[in-house]
Protein backbone atom coordinates (compact mmCIF):
# COMPACT_ATOMS: atom_id res chain seq x y z
CA UNK A 1 0.00 0.00 0.00
CA UNK A 2 1.30 3.58 -1.04
CA UNK A 3 4.39 1.59 -3.07
CA UNK A 4 5.01 2.07 -6.79
CA UNK A 5 3.56 -1.76 -8.82
CA UNK A 6 5.86 -2.92 -11.68
CA UNK A 7 4.05 -5.60 -12.59
CA UNK A 8 0.61 -7.13 -12.00
CA UNK A 9 1.24 -10.38 -10.00
CA UNK A 10 -0.37 -13.36 -11.72
CA UNK A 11 -3.34 -13.81 -9.65
CA UNK A 12 -4.34 -10.40 -10.07
CA UNK A 13 -7.50 -9.14 -11.44
CA UNK A 14 -8.22 -9.34 -15.05
CA UNK A 15 -8.66 -5.47 -14.97
CA UNK A 16 -5.63 -4.77 -13.95
CA UNK A 17 -4.11 -6.74 -16.58
CA UNK A 18 -5.36 -4.17 -19.06
CA UNK A 19 -5.28 -0.09 -19.40
CA UNK A 20 -5.48 2.15 -16.89
CA UNK A 21 -4.18 -0.98 -14.53
CA UNK A 22 -6.24 0.00 -11.19
CA UNK A 23 -8.98 -0.23 -9.35
CA UNK A 24 -10.25 3.44 -9.28
CA UNK A 25 -13.26 2.72 -11.75
CA UNK A 26 -14.04 -0.83 -10.64
CA UNK A 27 -17.50 -1.05 -9.14
CA UNK A 28 -16.95 -3.90 -6.55
CA UNK A 29 -14.15 -2.05 -4.85
CA UNK A 30 -16.47 1.06 -4.61
CA UNK A 31 -19.24 -0.89 -3.02
CA UNK A 32 -16.50 -2.94 -0.83
CA UNK A 33 -17.84 -5.82 -2.37
CA UNK A 34 -14.41 -6.95 -3.92
CA UNK A 35 -12.78 -10.03 -2.01
CA UNK A 36 -9.39 -10.08 -4.25
CA UNK A 37 -6.05 -10.50 -2.60
CA UNK A 38 -4.41 -7.35 -4.88
CA UNK A 39 -5.85 -4.61 -5.39
CA UNK A 40 -4.29 -1.15 -7.34
CA UNK A 41 -5.31 2.50 -6.20
CA UNK A 42 -4.17 5.15 -8.05
CA UNK A 43 -3.05 8.20 -6.18
CA UNK A 44 -2.36 11.66 -7.89
CA UNK A 45 -0.77 12.85 -4.91
CA UNK A 46 1.88 9.48 -4.54
CA UNK A 47 2.39 9.28 -8.12
CA UNK A 48 3.40 13.61 -8.11
CA UNK A 49 5.40 12.75 -5.23
CA UNK A 50 7.17 9.85 -6.84
CA UNK A 51 8.26 11.62 -10.57
CA UNK A 52 9.64 14.35 -7.78
CA UNK A 53 11.52 12.00 -6.14
CA UNK A 54 13.10 10.93 -9.55
CA UNK A 55 13.62 14.11 -10.43
CA UNK A 56 15.61 14.77 -7.14
CA UNK A 57 17.54 11.62 -7.40
CA UNK A 58 18.77 11.87 -10.71
CA UNK A 59 20.46 15.00 -9.46
CA UNK A 60 22.21 13.49 -6.22
CA UNK A 61 26.14 13.60 -7.09
CA UNK A 62 28.87 15.12 -8.97
CA UNK A 63 28.36 15.76 -12.21
CA UNK A 64 31.71 14.29 -13.42
CA UNK A 65 33.89 10.87 -14.79
CA UNK A 66 35.13 8.56 -11.64
CA UNK A 67 38.97 9.25 -13.07
CA UNK A 68 38.19 13.21 -14.06
CA UNK A 69 36.78 13.88 -10.05
CA UNK A 70 39.55 11.82 -8.54
CA UNK A 71 42.14 14.58 -10.40
CA UNK A 72 39.79 17.06 -9.20
CA UNK A 73 39.79 15.92 -5.26
CA UNK A 74 43.56 15.44 -5.41
CA UNK A 75 44.38 18.98 -6.45
CA UNK A 76 42.34 20.30 -3.92
CA UNK A 77 43.43 18.18 -1.05
CA UNK A 78 46.99 19.48 -2.31
CA UNK A 79 46.18 22.82 -1.78
CA UNK A 80 43.90 22.58 1.27
CA UNK A 81 46.84 20.85 2.46
CA UNK A 82 49.24 24.33 1.86
CA UNK A 83 46.78 26.42 3.57
CA UNK A 84 44.40 27.57 0.72
CA UNK A 85 40.99 28.33 0.73
CA UNK A 86 38.39 26.87 -1.22
CA UNK A 87 38.06 30.53 -2.38
CA UNK A 88 41.87 30.61 -3.50
CA UNK A 89 41.39 27.27 -4.97
CA UNK A 90 38.42 28.16 -7.24
CA UNK A 91 40.34 30.78 -8.14
CA UNK A 92 43.65 29.55 -8.95
CA UNK A 93 42.57 26.50 -10.75
CA UNK A 94 39.47 27.76 -12.61
CA UNK A 95 39.93 26.14 -16.00
CA UNK A 96 41.55 22.81 -13.94
CA UNK A 97 38.85 22.15 -11.74
CA UNK A 98 35.94 24.32 -13.27
CA UNK A 99 33.68 24.18 -9.72
CA UNK A 100 32.90 27.53 -7.25
CA UNK A 101 33.78 27.49 -4.08
CA UNK A 102 30.47 27.37 -2.52
CA UNK A 103 30.65 23.52 -4.37
CA UNK A 104 34.34 22.97 -3.35
CA UNK A 105 33.25 23.86 0.65
CA UNK A 106 30.22 21.29 -0.43
CA UNK A 107 32.44 18.71 -1.58
CA UNK A 108 34.63 18.19 1.69
CA UNK A 109 31.72 18.64 3.82
CA UNK A 110 30.55 15.20 2.49
CA UNK A 111 33.85 14.14 2.99
CA UNK A 112 35.15 13.55 -0.51
CA UNK A 113 38.57 12.37 -1.12
CA UNK A 114 38.80 11.85 3.07
CA UNK A 115 39.15 15.52 4.13
CA UNK A 116 36.04 17.35 6.45
CA UNK A 117 35.60 20.61 7.75
CA UNK A 118 38.65 20.51 9.90
CA UNK A 119 41.26 20.67 7.05
CA UNK A 120 40.09 23.98 6.44
CA UNK A 121 41.53 26.62 8.74
CA UNK A 122 39.13 29.47 8.89
CA UNK A 123 36.37 26.81 9.25
CA UNK A 124 37.47 25.99 12.17
CA UNK A 125 39.46 28.85 13.47
CA UNK A 126 36.49 31.35 13.87
CA UNK A 127 34.02 30.79 15.80
CA UNK A 128 30.68 30.62 14.64
CA UNK A 129 28.23 33.62 14.01
CA UNK A 130 26.57 34.28 16.60
CA UNK A 131 22.14 34.74 16.08
CA UNK A 132 19.74 36.22 17.66
CA UNK A 133 18.29 33.67 20.31
CA UNK A 134 14.28 33.45 20.21
CA UNK A 135 12.83 35.31 23.35
CA UNK A 136 12.62 33.44 26.67
CA UNK A 137 8.47 32.60 27.89
CA UNK A 138 8.09 34.46 31.25
CA UNK A 139 7.41 32.59 34.12
CA UNK A 140 5.15 33.51 36.23
CA UNK A 141 4.88 31.03 39.03
CA UNK A 142 2.60 28.48 39.86
CA UNK A 143 -0.25 30.26 41.16
CA UNK A 144 -0.69 31.89 37.67
CA UNK A 145 0.32 29.02 35.76
CA UNK A 146 -1.96 26.89 32.97
CA UNK A 147 -2.15 23.97 35.38
CA UNK A 148 -3.54 26.06 38.69
CA UNK A 149 -5.89 27.94 35.56
CA UNK A 150 -7.29 23.37 34.57
CA UNK A 151 -7.88 23.37 38.57
CA UNK A 152 -10.46 26.16 38.68
CA UNK A 153 -14.17 24.97 38.88
CA UNK A 154 -15.50 24.93 35.49
CA UNK A 155 -18.07 27.59 35.54
CA UNK A 156 -14.95 30.05 36.55
CA UNK A 157 -13.14 28.52 33.26
CA UNK A 158 -16.17 29.17 31.65
CA UNK A 159 -16.25 32.80 32.52
CA UNK A 160 -12.54 33.67 32.31
CA UNK A 161 -11.57 36.64 29.72
CA UNK A 162 -8.86 35.59 27.08
CA UNK A 163 -6.37 38.70 27.16
CA UNK A 164 -3.62 38.95 24.22
CA UNK A 165 -1.38 41.11 22.36
CA UNK A 166 -1.67 41.91 18.88
CA UNK A 167 1.03 43.54 16.78
CA UNK A 168 1.44 44.21 13.14
CA UNK A 169 4.81 45.15 11.45
CA UNK A 170 7.73 43.65 13.27
CA UNK A 171 8.88 47.24 13.77
CA UNK A 172 5.78 48.91 15.05
CA UNK A 173 6.00 50.13 18.73
CA UNK A 174 2.21 50.34 19.01
CA UNK A 175 -0.03 47.14 19.76
CA UNK A 176 -3.31 46.29 20.00
CA UNK A 177 -4.23 44.86 24.07
CA UNK A 178 -7.26 42.58 23.31
CA UNK A 179 -10.29 41.43 25.51
CA UNK A 180 -12.36 38.05 24.60
CA UNK A 181 -15.29 37.77 26.72
CA UNK A 182 -16.44 33.76 26.75
CA UNK A 183 -19.58 34.02 28.26
CA UNK A 184 -20.80 36.83 25.88
CA UNK A 185 -18.26 36.26 22.89
CA UNK A 186 -17.28 39.82 22.74
CA UNK A 187 -13.53 40.83 22.29
CA UNK A 188 -12.55 44.55 23.49
CA UNK A 189 -9.33 45.76 21.77
CA UNK A 190 -7.43 48.78 23.17
CA UNK A 191 -4.12 50.98 21.65
CA UNK A 192 -1.21 50.85 23.71
CA UNK A 193 2.06 52.94 22.76
CA UNK A 194 4.30 50.15 23.50
CA UNK A 195 4.35 46.27 24.28
CA UNK A 196 5.33 46.26 28.02
CA UNK A 197 4.13 45.64 31.38
CA UNK A 198 3.86 49.28 32.00
CA UNK A 199 1.43 50.25 29.92
CA UNK A 200 -0.69 47.01 29.56
CA UNK A 201 -1.08 47.93 33.14
CA UNK A 202 -2.37 51.53 32.64
CA UNK A 203 -4.47 50.23 29.79
CA UNK A 204 -6.45 47.72 32.42
CA UNK A 205 -6.92 50.75 34.93
CA UNK A 206 -8.17 52.76 32.66
CA UNK A 207 -10.97 50.41 31.91
CA UNK A 208 -11.42 50.19 35.08
CA UNK A 209 -11.45 53.58 36.05
CA UNK A 210 -14.62 53.67 32.88
CA UNK A 211 -16.68 51.36 34.77
CA UNK A 212 -15.32 49.61 38.22
CA UNK A 213 -18.83 47.88 38.64
CA UNK A 214 -18.59 45.77 34.90
CA UNK A 215 -14.37 45.62 34.68
CA UNK A 216 -14.78 43.46 38.48
CA UNK A 217 -17.98 41.09 36.66
CA UNK A 218 -16.17 40.47 33.41
CA UNK A 219 -12.86 40.62 34.32
CA UNK A 220 -12.38 38.81 37.44
CA UNK A 221 -10.60 36.37 36.31
CA UNK A 222 -8.15 36.62 33.04
CA UNK A 223 -6.41 34.45 31.30
CA UNK A 224 -2.89 35.35 29.22
CA UNK A 225 -0.19 33.76 27.75
CA UNK A 226 3.69 33.83 29.43
CA UNK A 227 4.55 36.92 27.58
CA UNK A 228 6.81 39.99 29.62
CA UNK A 229 3.54 42.68 28.98
CA UNK A 230 1.71 40.36 30.80
CA UNK A 231 4.15 40.04 34.08
CA UNK A 232 2.00 42.78 36.19
CA UNK A 233 -1.32 41.59 35.55
Known amino acids: KGERVRDAPEDACPKLLSWPRCCNGCRNLRYRSCS???????????????????????????????????????????DVARGLSPQQIALG????????????????????????????RRKCGYKPRSRSEP????????????????????????????????????????????????????????????????ATESALDMLERAAPKAFRRLFSLLLTDNGAEFADC
Not at 94 to 120: E, F, K, N, V
Not at 155 to 183: H, I, K, Q
Request: a positive charge; one cysteine or more; charged letters at 25%.
Open 135 to 198: PRPTAHGGARSFAAFMGLPEEGRAAACEMDTVTGLRSDRRCLLTLYSRPFRFQLALLMPDKTAA
Open 36 to 78: RRWRCEYSAARAQALADAELRESRIGVDRGEAEFERIMGLIRY
Open 93 to 120: RAGQIGASPSTIYRWISRGYAGMCDLDL
